[in-house]
């Protein structure tokens, strides 16, 4: 269905991309809740309150540095939590491109691939 937004891309920039969030969240939201539901797995967020009532209101930079293969179902279970999960970004290894449908759909998210050597990454980043 993303293949289809292409013929979009040069008349209404805007659409595309809103169209895409929604196509995103379709398919991070079913993720989510295999990671809640099916895994029973529960993700906590240690903030101070005045910090988590910005979250969802504002743009942010969240840096979250995995150790495991399936640590950033968490971080996308912070942003179901604060509405923003269609529409977050991440900054990815080059490779993530290759994997069907997360790095396809990261693909017309417009996210940033990074192929870990500053020299050739500092235009992009």
Request: glycine share 4%; net charge positive; aromatic share 14%.
């Given at each position: 269905i993303?293949?289809?937004?292409?013929?979009?891309?040069?008349?209404?920039?805007?659409?595309?991309?809103?169209?895409?969030?929604?196509?995103?969240?379709?398919?991070?939201?079913?993720l989510?809740?295999?990671?809640?539901?099916w895994?029973?797995?529960?993700?906590?967020?240690?903030?101070?309150?005045?910090?988590?009532?910005?979250?969802?209101?504002?743009?942010?930079?969240?840096?979250?540095?995995?150790?495991?293969?399936?640590?950033?179902?968490?971080?996308?279970?912070?942003?179901?939590?604060?509405?923003?999960?269609?529409?977050?970004?991440?900054?990815?290894?080059?490779?993530?491109?290759?994997?069907?449908?997360?790095?396809?759909?990261?693909?017309?998210?417009?996210?940033?691939?990074?192929?870990?050597?500053?020299e050739?990454?500092?235009?992009?980043?």
């Open positions: 993303q293949l289809c937004t292409l013929i979009i891309w040069p008349l209404n920039r805007r659409l595309y991309r809103r169209l895409n969030c929604r196509l995103a969240y379709s398919l991070w939201s079913q989510v809740m295999l990671l809640e539901w895994s029973g797995t529960e993700c906590t967020l240690f903030s101070k309150q005045e910090m988590v009532d910005h979250f969802g209101k504002e743009h942010a930079i969240i840096i979250l540095n995995h150790n495991f293969e399936i640590d950033f179902l968490c971080g996308w279970t912070m942003c179901e939590r604060f509405g923003v999960l269609g529409s977050s970004k991440v900054l990815a290894k080059k490779e993530l491109l290759k994997v069907p449908l997360i790095g396809w759909t990261w693909y017309f998210l417009e996210i940033v691939f990074c192929k870990r050597k500053w050739e990454d500092r235009k992009s980043t």
